[in-house]
């Protein structure tokens, strides 16, 4: 009974300094006579508003089976508009550039909402890459060949020893120009690579932590060494490693805004030119935040539903 009373007097303790600091930021906002106007969020979320299809070059409209084009006056490929909900412009009407031509209506998503979503696909990518170097290079540094060994330290160390906004410029201009990478593709091998340094290292941990007699009793029942690693110390180690691996995937997410630097329009790029063009800062940013919480968040249940079962399975 006492702990249950203990329970609940945490949890009225903790909604009350929840409210104070969430009354402290609000009236923050009133010194600083901020007048807040979330409703100009809104649109640069989920937007409604029509969308104007503009002309590309002057030309007479033609408008055939429904499917709109553009003769163009001085030669040149035409303009075919296809899909559209309402006509602005008509059949023979002379078109200059920059003229609405149609309209499509309807909801899509704002930029950031493809801000986040770019920023969910980058990062996915990246985990899933950086979980095949951390096993790879984790798997060297305990290797009985000293060749294997000192490159995965080289890796590691090296990684782990330059900031990743100076390993994201190095990717980009240099190794992205040597090999003709896009901007996506640099981004996501510069996160590959700096979060597949510290998984190495969690792996190699993992897998020391397992008793050196567990690889002694596979042997010894006929295994080779890599079914005893596949079979019995990997499973092992993967559970020892989840909490620490859960810890660097966040890292992670929270990385990936630097890929903002090589123009990626992620969520934290999305924020800076909704900033400029909304003149909401502090509404921009908290939402940033509350949509950066609420990867992470998922990501760390997910991975704490994932430790319940492989523990429950033991």
């Given amino acids: 009974m006492q702990t249950q009373t203990n329970r609940w007097s945490g949890h009225g303790l903790y909604l009350i300094i929840m409210a104070i600091l969430i009354s402290g930021v609000f009236l923050s906002g009133q010194r600083i006579n901020y007048t807040w106007h979330w409703e100009r969020l809104f649109p640069y979320i989920i937007n409604t508003e029509p969308q104007d299809i503009i002309a590309e070059t002057d030309g007479t409209v033609v408008v055939e089976n429904g499917t709109l084009r553009i003769a163009p006056d001085y030669g040149g490929d ?59 290079f984790g798997l060297m540094r305990i290797s009985h060949r000293q060749v294997l060994r000192n490159l995965a330290v080289t890796y590691v160390e090296v990684i782990r020893g330059t900031p990743l906004l100076v390993q994201i410029f190095i990717v980009y201009f240099f190794i992205g120009t040597v090999f003709d990478l896009d901007r996506f593709t ?64 966040i890292n992670l997410i929270k990385d990936s805004s630097l890929v903002s630097v090589i123009s990626i329009t992620d969520l934290t790029k999305a924020g800076r030119e909704v900033v400029s063009g909304s003149f909401a800062p502090f509404e921009v940013w908290f939402t940033v935040a509350a949509l950066y919480l609420i990867v992470t968040g998922a990501l760390s249940w997910a991975i704490q539903i994932l430790e319940k079962r492989l523990s429950a399975s033991d």
């Avoid at 590959?192 to 690889?215: K, W």
């Fill in 186 to 249: 640099a981004g996501v091998a510069a996160l590959s690579i700096f979060t597949g340094a510290y998984v190495a290292e969690i792996v190699r941990a993992g897998i020391q932590a397992v008793p050196t007699g567990q690889m002694e009793a596979a042997r010894s029942l006929g295994m080779n060494y890599v079914q005893a690693m596949c079979y019995v110390i990997m499973p092992q180690a993967i559970k020892r490693t989840l909490p620490p691996l859960a810890g660097q995937f």
């Fill in 78 to 136: 035409p303009q075919v508009v296809e899909e559209y909900s309402k006509l602005v412009a008509h059949d023979g009407d002379l078109i200059f550039q920059g003229d609405t031509l149609a309209r499509i209506e309807g909801w899509r998503f704002g930029p950031i909402a493809e801000g986040l979503w770019v920023t969910i696909k980058i990062s996915f990518i990246s985990l899933v890459f950086s979980i095949i170097l951390g096993l790879i």
